[in-house]
Nanobody, 121 residues
Framework: QVQLVESGGGLVQAGGSLRLSCAAS????????MGWFRQAPGKERDFVAV???????SYADSVRGRFTVSRDNAKNAVYLQMNSLKPEDTADYYC???????????????WGQGTQVTVSS
């Protein structure tokens, strides 16, 4: 059974940086796309970034130029480097995996439990 575990969240001031990690276990996901999503209190889960098995990436407009998604297939892990953080980036961040390269959370089969990111102004 595939498990995804996020880490790296925390409290940071606006303008700061955080690096989220997502470690996968159960099977190698190098042939899966790995996505990052976020959900603020009372809001829907939104797409942040996705990276394919060969490293093709896509970003939400709100984070493009500030966030970078990457993966290490040998370590079965995906990362989200978040720079120039803003208070509106505050949310629970989730990683997800699926065969499809998609920006829609409903297409993802595997999900982590999330890690909280809080950006203070």
């Amino acid at each position: 059974q595939v498990q995804l575990v996020e880490s790296g969240g925390g409290l940071v001031q606006a303008g700061g940086s955080l690096r989220l990690s997502c470690a996968a276990s159960g099977r190698n996901l190098s042939d899966n796309s790995m996505g990052w999503f976020r959900q603020a209190p009372g809001k829907e889960r939104d797409f942040v970034a996705v990276v394919s098995g060969i490293g093709i990436a896509s970003y939400a407009d709100s984070v493009r130029g500030r966030f970078t998604v990457s993966r290490d297939n040998a370590k079965n892990a995906v990362y989200l480097q978040m720079n120039s953080l803003k208070p509106e980036d505050t949310a629970d961040y989730y990683c997800a995996a699926d065969e499809h390269f998609s920006t829609y959370p409903r297409y993802y089969k595997y999900w982590g439990q999330g890690t909280q990111v809080t950006v203070s102004s």
